[in-house]
């Protein structure tokens, strides 16, 4: 399994995410939500999966439960899961740090954004366009 080593402070890839909505409705009730969505959205990413997802926008198209002063994640012990494989397979990979935790260079991270939006999962985008839900980057 690849470890990604984060830069503690970083918050560069804490954008709009799909949420497992029991996970959001636990966070959000225990009072770990940092900013007050502009936008909620339900949805299931298939007809075939019965778990609902929530899509929650800010108006900075950061993570709701990212804490902006810091930019670490106030759900961090139990974040979504595709913030737990962030970095271990290309459609998520780190642009800012390789999987040893050395920083990229400026070419190296305009290349691995290029390389993730390729891959970007066609699927999730198509999910987020029939929504309306806006998949921009912070």
């Known amino acids: 399994m690849i470890v990604v080593a984060c830069k503690p402070g970083c918050g560069e890839c804490c954008g709009v995410i799909p949420f497992e909505k029991e996970l959001y409705d636990i966070a959000v009730e225990e009072g770990l939500l940092q900013v ?36 670490l994640c106030s759900i961090y012990s139990r974040r979504p899961r595709i913030c737990r494989i962030y970095g271990e397979v290309t459609l998520v990979l780190c642009p800012y740090f390789d999987t040893s935790g050395r920083a990229r260079s400026e070419s190296e991270v305009r290349r691995v954004k290029r390389v993730v939006d390729k891959q970007m999962d066609g699927r999730y985008k198509d999910v987020c366009r029939r929504m309306n839900i806006d998949v921009r980057t912070p």
């Open 36 to 71: 007050k969505p502009a936008k909620v959205t339900e949805c299931r990413m298939s007809d075939k999966d019965p778990t609902i997802f929530v899509f929650a926008e800010t108006e900075d198209y950061h993570c709701p439960f990212l804490i902006r002063q810091t930019k």
